[in-house]
């Protein structure tokens, strides 16, 4: 039975893909082609793009309870798609993949993604020739809700402004569950700055790169302070980029 909770979530996930493609640009064109979802969550993203007429769309995801509601909702509510969805229990870095694709798509994980130049390695490995992954994620650790409320810090930019051992030591003492340090909170604390040395180290050509894509009007006051220089780094909340893989 799918719980309210995770439709209501799914149908969010499906008004906020127009936005993802709208701030990549455009939607690609998918017809017949295969893709990868990383970290498809409740499955929004590869129902969108399966409808848009790709080949095969291969969700992974760690969570076995997104994953069952991302299967029994594609079993009750789009049994036409059968056939060219797959949601499976994979970790990106650690299981082994046959296939190969044409496209990888990844929206709002890389937040969370330690280990993110092993990541677009693994992505260059399963992208065949001139494959693109486009990606969009926020906010960005260093922005004001960054820390997506998990350190329980009640102000803005708190998470950025208290050291790391002030942080997890207040966590500890008002949880059950201990964390040693913020990243255990599953964030990955990586920065504008970072982001960007990350993309620009990786195997990939950067097609494209742009960030603070809002259309809430609080997001159009942070670009306004985003844009001076030394507070570009606290004042820039997501990033929308798409990396190409060249022929060698
Ligand atoms: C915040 S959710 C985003 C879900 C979905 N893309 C959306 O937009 O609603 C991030 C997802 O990435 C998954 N994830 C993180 N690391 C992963 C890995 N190494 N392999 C597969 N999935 C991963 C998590 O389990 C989590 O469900």
Not at 74 to 100: A, G, M, Q, R, Y
Not at 148 to 167: A, C, D, F, N, Y
Request: overall charge positive; aromatic content about 14%; glycine content about 6%.
């Amino acid at each position: 039975m799918l719980s309210k909770k995770d439709l209501d979530y799914f149908n969010h996930g499906s008004i906020e893909n127009k936005k993802f493609w709208k701030r990549l640009g455009e939607k690609p064109d998918f017809e017949n082609k295969s893709i990868l979802d990383f970290g498809c969550g409740h499955g929004a993203l590869c129902i969108d793009i399966a409808k848009s007429g790709a080949g095969l769309v291969t969700g992974i995801d760690l969570s076995k309870s997104l994953l069952k509601f991302a299967k029994e909702n594609l079993s009750s509510n789009f049994n036409s798609l059968s056939e060219k969805i797959v949601f499976e229990e994979k970790d990106l870095l650690k299981d082994h993949f046959n296939e190969t694709f044409d496209i990888i798509v990844t929206k709002d994980t890389f937040e969370h993604s330690l280990n993110l130049p092993e990541i677009l390695n693994k992505f260059y490995d399963l992208l065949n020739d001139n494959g693109k992954v486009y990606i969009g994620f926020g906010p960005l650790y260093n922005s004001f809700n960054g820390d997506h409320g998990r350190t329980q810090l009640k102000l803005p930019w708190m998470h950025v402004i208290l050291s790391e051992e002030r942080i997890v030591n207040r966590y500890n003492k008002n949880n059950s569950d201990k964390i040693k340090r913020i990243e255990d909170l599953g964030l990955s604390k990586y920065s504008l700055k970072d982001y960007k040395r990350i993309f620009k180290e990786s195997k990939f050509e950067i097609d494209y790169f742009i960030t603070n894509q809002s259309d809430h009007p609080f997001g159009k006051i942070l670009n306004i302070f985003s844009k001076i220089n030394f507070l570009k780094e606290y004042f820039t909340y997501n990033i929308y980029c798409i990396l190409k893989k060249s022929r060698i």
